[in-house]
């Protein structure tokens, strides 16, 4: 029962996480149809800019804000950049797909060639451990689940009552009756990039905190979780993107607590497969 | 000439060819068929783990120092055998995750994942092909017969891989030359089009796995049988890109252009720098071909997308209007001109149109109001695409007064749209 109590405990902050970061990757897929796979690279990006901060004394959370900058100025650079000039020329889908393997390669050893093979932790205090219930969390882990809860209630709260949201929503929907109806979506595309990408630094510094040391191909597997997250909640459904997040973050955490601490991802991985094959659109699975 | 400089050379023409072939099987995959396979270096690296397994004493000689599954010592040509059928098999599963249903990105994806996932736990669990640390000691090709450090011998490794490697390019220009090959580029231009004129899309994918993973599977045998170890991490996901950049570069779809891309890419960027000087901190230079491969990749997509050897443009006549004229029963059949066929990279696929009208003149033409022969109605260069279809290309169409004209032509042969 322990046991069990201490992978559960685990397994919320892994979903915790996870959610911050699925939410921004199916977001970036909602507006823009590109499925980003340097988003993970971009994650560790930022977790060094944390990092830099960091080192400069600063508290590590001054030091996320720093990393949500970063991570919104690299994603939109990256979009606007890269993705919407194939987009416009009318590149397939898979041709993006490739492109985002190409951004990968140069922003993850770009990072490696100026931070060095080895890995490096934050200048941080875990704070006293906090027992709730059974559950044994420090102080620290307590604070990212609560900032998950707080992104998750944030982006709610923007897609649901604001009009910046009902816009972003309509983009997502059907982006050229969007554009008819007077939306200016390329702004609306900006700018959803933009805060998905803020969410992305934010994800890769807690990542970082979380897994205590972190390097340039850190996010590698945690890339893997994140697209377990967004399929298993169907691409480009934000409130599908936090569902599964809770569901691979516990399914990760306990199954590593009974099998091999090794193999808990592949637990995600066999999701992702399953999903694929089975309902590549997603449980609540709406949009084909 | 040193001896280095000697095995240097020798090095890089083994190489090439174990580079040329897993470019070639890919090239078919991803060029010719339109199979975005991420997961491709999973084949080599199971035919290289079965060739070594085949090759091997049973695991416990030597001390017993690595653990694997099998070890039957079997002689030279059953490991480069055995190699090239374990990567067709072990393609034949991922068929589920390249299906019809599946959005090419999507599938792309679980492909990636998959060859994140089988790397993992190939590392992770020891027993079967003795993790991370891989196979050592793989015996080489004949090693009872002769001296694998012999200059001749490796003379002869690099002639053989050579061999092979144009053995893999002639068999993947017939198989992309022949009627099946012809519907592998319609599935990949148009996969809508291709299934609707019955073409089964899902065994055409399994098929060019198959085909693509024993070519990568005998590169694998080739290469383990050189340099006599593998372990996980010669073969990480990365590693595939290095081959899609080496078959971009090249030039998609043009098995010429993959065997260029694979000189210019895997070949002579990664494993002819490899003596270069050491600079910078350790790591840096592997490091920045990395960010280089990533690179060249984006600019070359962007730059020119068809690839330094383009695809050639295969253009099919169409067939000659006469024996649908001679079947129809008409005074004088004019035969309209029909359009060329072209099918490529930007026209996607083209029903074949074999469309003639036939004029009939008729007996109560009204003398003095209408001039028997006088053209009442002119057009030229009818063009109607939906989407991806081309439903009529350039026909030109001539109505004469007093005649009656009819419009025939198969199913699909886009009479009506004509009319439009």
Redesign the interface.
Known sequence: MNLFLASLGFGIVTAAVLAIAAVGFTMQFAVTDV?N?AYGAVMIAAAFIAYAVNQAGASVWLGMLAAAAAGAAGSVALNTG?YT??QRRG?????????S??????I???V??IV??TNVSYTMSQGPTVRAGGLELTAVQFVIIGLSIAVMAGVHGLLRYTKLGKAMRATAANRSLARNCGIRTARIVTVTWALSGALCGIAGTVLAINDGSFGATSA??FL?LI?AAV?LGG?GQAYGAMAGAVIIGLATEISAAYI?P??K??VA?VI??VM??IR?AGLLGARA | MTTAQVFYIINLLIYAGVDIMACLGLSQQFGVAGV?N?GFIIFQAAGAYTAAVLSLPPSSANGGFQSYIGGWNLPFPVPWIGGAIAGGLIALPFT??VGR??????????L???A??VN??VT?YRPSLNGSAGLSLVPAPLQGEFNPQSQGYQWAYSAVSLVLAAGAYLLVRRVTESPYGRSMRAMRDNDAVADSLGKNLVSLRASVLVLGGMLAGLSGAVLVGFINLWAPSAWG??ET?VL??AV?IGGAGNHRGAVLGAILVPVAFEEATRFIPQFG????I???Q??A??????VF??LR?QGILPERRRRIEAAAASAATASAATVSATVIPTDTVILGDTSIHKIPVGRTTTTTTTADAAPGVLVPGEAVLRAAGLTKDFGGVHAVADATLEVRRGTLTGLIGPNGAGKPVTGL
């Open positions: 499925l796979l890269i000039p194939f590149s397939a889908p898979i041709t993006l797909v490739i492109v393997l190409g951004m990968t390669l140069i993850e050893f770009g490696q060639a060095g093979g590698d597997l893997v697209l399929f691409p091999t090794s193999y991802d592949v991985f992702l497969l694929l094959a590549p | 975005t991420f589920f995750l249903r599946l959005r090419g990105d999507f599938a792309a994806v679980g990636l994942v998959t994140v996932m993992l736990l992770n996901y990365a890109i899609f950049a971009i901190a350790p790591g840096l592997d490091d920045l990395w960010v491969i990533g690179l060249l990749i984006v997509l962007w997308p």
